[in-house]
């Protein structure tokens, strides 16, 4: 086993060329996972570049060890620090342990504002943690300037990111005083609300539920990715429970129903017999289906569908062909089998699909949606309110017929619900 020091000596002199800093990592973790820090920490004095081992270190410490080595990150940046490499691990942190920035949110603040010395990217991710102390000095003293490029904007969109209602709409009123303003929902959706009456409403849940893909599925998923991701997949906290199942669903199949479109059989995406047991709104069992041949192909925006007591899904009314479309490309139905939802670590609560890359799952049932592109929840065809999302379903999934299911170039499907319709939405996206 090579130690952190001779990994980076190695990475210096050879990047990738007849050298595998991954596998010395995926080693390091194996053998000294504590090491997995020390190798992040000495890696802050170089300069690395592509050095995407890092990234798999960050995801695969435990949680002591990567509070440890985010708060040294954030102490460097305070000091002055400053490098590509840092700004990626403070990213991390916005998105798994934003709390490592609390008492000295103007510090992080200021970067926001600067664009330098804070999170390169995800800075937006870490305002979930402030204090309400904090929250309600800033709403106090928020300056009446919010124009594009003031500090006043960077603090307003701090509280609209806090995801606290009464911040939100604080900071939505100061940002855009006309409230029918175009612009003012698109804020709302990138926080996770929409207006409701005299307040807010949540489109989306706190906490999801990470899918367990059972054996079979497993093994398909894995048989094509390179030696490393296995190894990665086998011991990632969001691929793998560490504690019972919450609920039980199945996945994959062709279902009776038909597409609206091209009149062929409804390909399963996910059925809960207790959809309630993961934080959707239902008493009664849901049938999450589309058509995969025509979805993003044959329409444009999202496909609907009704349900029914017992939660079969039908073709909405809105998108029915009396004559039935040719897709251009038929697709088969996802592999038919049994999956678990279990609770992932926290630290696993909220994902961005870009910081992802290839090592989380990302294939989960409620929670903060990983958008691809941007935050776009589809309003309801029957009530026309806009619907939460309930759950996203990652590419490389396996088909019955042995192929691989990419949404588009290989982004993410979101599942949107209407509880009061019992309409369903699916709209995916992609790079």
């Known amino acids: 086993m090579q130690d952190p020091t001779a990994i980076l000596d190695a990475f210096e002199r050879l990047v990738w060329k ?39 270190a960050l995801d695969l410490m435990d949680d002591d060890t990567y509070v440890a080595t985010v708060s040294l990150a954030w102490q460097r940046a305070m000091q002055g620090d400053r490098s590509d490499l840092l700004s990626a691990v403070l990213d991390s942190a916005a998105l798994q342990y934003p709390h490592v920035f609390a008492g000295n949110w103007e510090p992080l603040l200021a970067a926001a504002h600067a664009g330098e010395g804070g999170p390169e990217y995800l800075d937006g991710q870490a305002w979930r943690a ?22 006043g904007r960077a603090r307003a969109i701090a509280l609209l990111r806090s995801r606290r209602p009464d911040a939100v709409l604080h900071a939505l009123a100061r940002l855009f005083p006309d409230a029918s303003d175009p612009a003012a ?23 999801p539920l990470h899918i367990g893909f059972n054996a079979t599925q497993r093994k398909r998923m894995l048989a094509e990715q390179p030696a490393w991701r296995r190894d990665i997949h086998r011991v990632h906290p969001t691929w793998n429970a560490g504690t019972p199942p919450v609920t039980h669903a199945r996945m994959g199949g062709e279902l009776a129903s038909t597409c609206g479109l091209c009149h062929a059989p409804l390909h399963r995406l996910l059925s809960l017999p207790e959809p309630a047991r993961a934080g959707i709104d239902s008493d009664n069992p849901i049938e999450f289906a589309t058509c995969l041949s025509c979805q993003g192909w044959e ?24 004559a039935p479309s040719t897709p251009d490309f038929v697709a088969g139905a996802l592999l038919d089998a049994e999956v678990q939802l279990f609770t992932a670590p926290a630290r696993w609560t909220c994902q961005d699909w870009g910081e992802s890359n290839g090592r989380q799952n990302l294939s989960r049932v409620g929670g903060a949606p990983s958008w691809v592109q941007s935050a776009d929840y589809p309003a309801c065809p029957d009530c026309q309110q806009d619907m939460a999302a309930v759950m996203q379903l990652d590419s490389g999934l396996p088909q019955a017929d042995g192929g691989e299911w990419l949404w ?11 509880p009061d319709c019992r309409v369903s939405g699916q709209l995916w996206q992609c790079t």
């Open 18 to 56: 007849n050298n595998d800093p991954m596998a010395q990592t995926l080693q390091l973790q194996r053998e000294d996972p504590k090491a997995l820090g020390d190798l992040v920490a000495l890696a802050l004095d170089r300069s690395l570049d592509n050095a995407t081992f890092i990234d798999a």
């Open 130 to 151: 402030l204090d309400a102390a904090t929250l309600e000095a800033w709403s106090t003293a928020l300056e009446h300037d919010t124009t594009e490029g003031t500090l």
């Open 185 to 207: 929902a698109s804020w709302l959706m990138l926080a996770g609300y929409t207006r409701h009456a005299d307040g807010l409403r949540s489109l989306h849940t706190e906490r």
């Open 299 to 322: 329409s444009d925006g999202p496909l609907f569908y009704r349900h029914d007591a017992d939660g079969i899904a039908s073709a909405h009314p809105v998108q029915r062909r009396d």
């Open 408 to 418: 588009g170039s290989g982004g993410c499907n979101y599942t949107f619900w209407c």
